[in-house]
């Protein structure tokens, strides 16, 4: 196991975590603490913001983004017991409690996600600290009568992506929602995804703009700023369902 704040875990010896990792399919953990704007006061230099890019890229490297205290246990167990490099994304200033530990099956575990929230109009994908968001989301949207539903990928590669395909087959709307640059991050996976199976529902990214935040302050007013706080979400896919229809 390797630890570092997320930017230094992954973007300052990543050639090695190519070369010496990946290339040689060895039995590394990296963890990475800090993902997204969990060091809401120092700036660029600290925001994981391109983390998930940068892993999902390499070959034989799996990811996983625990939601909470729970998944990142069962993260932490499979992290010991299965092959290869791996990254495990962690929040530095812990994440709301999402599970109770009857909550996740094994089949959730083995496919990589598990669904908190059913519905047949719309899913809101979501990984890390976005999970509880978009919770929120998805009760302020019942009041304005949009039915939605949560999905928490913990595992980002790889993840069960036929049975994933197979949930998705039903609902009109998919958002991804992830603390992450838009650029590549979860949207860009499912959108591929999804674009590879001919059929799908119509489709939105909601992250990070791909610009670095050079912005100061609480973490919360940096997701106002970037507008992936809970309000702002709220609004654009209210506006996006409406013009859909």
């Not at 200033?93 to 530990?101: H, W």
């Not at 959108?191 to 799908?200: I, R």
């Not at 610009?211 to 919360?220: A, I, L, N, T, V």
Request: aromatic share 10%.
């Amino acid at each position: 196991y390797i630890y570092a704040i997320v930017p230094f875990a992954t973007m300052r010896c990543y050639e090695q975590i190519r070369v010496d990792l990946c290339c040689m399919n060895l039995d590394v953990n990296i963890v990475g603490i800090g993902a997204g704007f969990d060091y809401s006061t120092l700036g660029p230099t600290h925001n994981g913001t391109e983390d998930i890019a940068l892993m999902n890229a390499l070959p034989d490297m799996t990811i996983y983004s625990p939601s909470d205290n729970v998944t990142a246990e069962i993260c932490a167990r499979k992290s010991y017991e299965d092959k290869g490099p791996k990254y495990i994304r962690l929040d530095r200033t812990g994440e709301p409690l999402v599970y109770n530990k009857k909550q996740l099956s094994r089949q959730d575990i083995k496919n990589g996600f598990s669904i908190l929230k059913k519905e047949r109009e719309l899913y809101i994908i979501a990984t890390g600290r976005m999970v509880p968001t978009g919770l929120e989301v998805v009760s302020r949207l019942k009041s304005l009568k949009i039915d939605a539903g949560v999905i928490d990928l913990f595992k980002i590669k790889p993840f069960n992506s036929r049975r994933l395909l197979k949930i998705l087959d039903g609902p009109k709307f998919v958002v991804s929602l992830e603390e992450h640059f838009v650029n590549c991050g979860i949207g860009s996976i499912l959108a591929q995804l999804l674009a590879l199976q001919g059929k799908s529902p119509a489709f939105k990214c909601i992250g990070i703009p791909n610009r670095f935040c050079r912005r100061y302050g609480s973490r919360e007013y940096l997701y106002k700023f970037n507008k992936i706080d809970t309000e702002s979400v709220v609004k654009q896919i209210k506006q996006w369902v409406k013009d859909k229809k």
